[in-house]
């Protein structure tokens, strides 16, 4: 998707800094609240080039958002960072020496090791974030970490090795329950060298989908579990991608990536207990990235190759018995500004609309997205020509929203630039993750060249 080359200079990041929003399409369009940023002196350096794939709002109304970064050799660590809940609502760089700053960022991982987060909950002022660890031995495990939300300190940790000997696995995603435990779930059993990556890294090609369930007893204690009280393993599933309890809290809907050609994307629901309910294959998905459980059905995000080649977003509907309702696809948003002016929809070919995150928001859902064109490379000499004049291999970050029929009722196609910028200076710009605050407003994690950030509509 993005490429990750630092952003120019640091120095033009003091400037105040301004979303450009395209492709308005309703009268309900939200406005910007507020916009948090920073570049890579949160986490070490510009060359740790942090990038964040979730996002979650703590019950004191901070952000913590969770991805991996680059360590000085090359490889990748994990890293949590809480920002503020008390930041006023205006666009503001953090850094330590600006007028604001998050709270604390803490790095997790080894050096020359592979290690990552992929999400985090929180529960009565603690922060529990999940993901994979690189051991001594050089296998790649599941872990999970207890934080104290004040001060960022580790309270405890644990690594999860696969039960199969010399294999990988990692966790991939975490929700806390009603019943204030927490469940969570990733792959295990993967072949040495076959995890590429998680989130917008990239999928596991091999392995067994698991899901583990922590009691609130064990969730709380200060000592790690060493066990969870009950596991699941999948058979036909690689890893679960997302996961969320169902609407009347009597189980769990689990967003799963398949194992084999049968179908990209599969849906499991089981109870409190683990045991299976229902399964379904939803071949016309294509890739499944998250869930959301409503009281309307069940909806997955993900994106899926057009026919002409190129990538739309993508967006279902299951039944909570298990049926499949609808898809629908979306993608190449016309117009915008700056070097997005006037643009019409573009070659469908060229334009990947790739969605990372759904969620709940007024009468109807949020696609979390990134549109732009990957590369021009190995393209024919009128086509490469044709991708070397799209300002779209720029890319910007893609909210879409819907009705709960899938009907579109704004699309938002937007650039994060700074004030004293040049034209050509716009940076990519992606949405990863987001989420519903708890006043009703939505919150977008965003990648950026430079680093990432979070932005707040309302």
């Given at each position: 998707m993005i490429q990750y080359a630092v952003f120019k200079k640091i120095l033009i990041i003091m400037a105040l800094v301004t979303i450009i929003p395209s492709s308005i399409w309703a009268s309900d369009y939200p406005s910007e609240k507020s916009f948090?940023?920073?570049?890579?002196?949160?986490?070490?350096?510009?060359?740790?080039?942090p990038h964040a794939v979730h996002g979650i709002e703590t019950e004191t109304g901070a952000f913590v958002l969770s991805g991996k970064m680059i360590d000085q050799t090359g490889m990748e660590d994990g890293f949590i960072l809480k920002i503020p809940g008390s930041l006023p609502d205006e666009k503001i760089f953090l850094h330590e020496e600006e007028e604001f700053n998050f709270d604390w960022f803490v790095k997790l991982g080894n050096v020359n090791k592979r290690d990552g987060i992929n999400a985090a909950a929180s529960s009565e002022g603690s922060i529990f974030a999940v993901g994979y660890m690189q051991s001594q031995r050089g296998f790649i495990e599941g872990y999970l970490v207890k934080l104290d939300e004040r001060s960022g300190d580790i309270i405890w940790d644990r690594s999860f090795p696969s039960n199969k000997k010399n294999s990988e696995g990692a966790i991939e995603s975490i929700i806390r329950t009603s019943d204030n435990g927490m469940l969570v779930a990733g792959v295990r059993n993967s072949e040495k060298g076959t995890l590429e990556g998680f989130k917008s890294?990239?999928?596991?090609?091999?392995g067994n989908a698991y899901v583990m369930y922590f009691s609130e007893n064990q969730i709380y204690s200060e000592i790690a579990p060493e066990n969870p009280i009950w596991e699941v393993e999948i058979k036909g599933a690689v890893s679960v991608k997302h996961l969320a309890e169902?609407?009347?809290?009597?189980?769990?809907?689990?967003?799963?990536?398949?194992?084999?050609?049968?179908?990209?994307?599969?849906?499991?629901?089981?109870?409190?207990?683990?045991?299976?309910?229902?399964?379904l294959d939803v071949p016309k998905h294509g890739e499944l990235t998250a869930i959301v459980a409503t009281h309307k059905g069940y909806f997955l995000s993900g994106h899926k190759e057009d026919q002409s080649g190129g990538i739309d977003a993508s967006?279902?509907?299951?039944s909570h018995s298990g049926r499949f309702v609808w898809n629908k696809t979306f993608g190449n948003p016309t117009g915008g500004d700056l070097i997005f002016s006037g643009l019409d929809?573009?070659?469908?070919?060229?334009?990947?609309d790739e969605c990372w995150g759904i969620t709940q928001f007024r009468n109807g859902l949020v696609l979390a997205c990134g549109t732009g064109i990957e590369e021009c490379v190995e393209l024919s000499d009128n086509l490469l020509l044709v991708c070397e004049d799209?300002?779209?291999?720029?890319?910007?970050?893609?909210?879409?929203?819907?009705?709960?029929?899938?009907?579109?009722v704004w699309q938002r196609a937007s650039s994060f630039i700074f004030d004293d910028d040049e034209d050509e200076d716009v940076p990519s710009t992606a949405s990863e993750w987001v989420f519903t605050t708890a006043n009703g407003?939505?919150?977008s994690v965003v990648d950026l060249d430079f680093g990432m950030g979070i932005e707040v509509l309302k």
């Open positions: 948090f940023v920073m570049d890579g002196s949160c986490c070490g350096g510009e060359e740790t080039d890294y990239g999928n596991p090609v091999s169902v609407p009347d809290g009597h189980g769990y809907i689990l967003a799963m990536h398949a194992d084999g050609d049968s179908a990209e994307a599969q849906v499991l629901k089981i109870s409190t207990s683990g045991e299976f309910e229902w399964e967006m279902s509907m299951i929809s573009g070659n469908r070919k060229l334009i990947y799209d300002p779209r291999t720029t890319w910007r970050s893609y909210l879409v929203h819907t009705d709960f029929s899938g009907n579109l407003d939505l919150a």
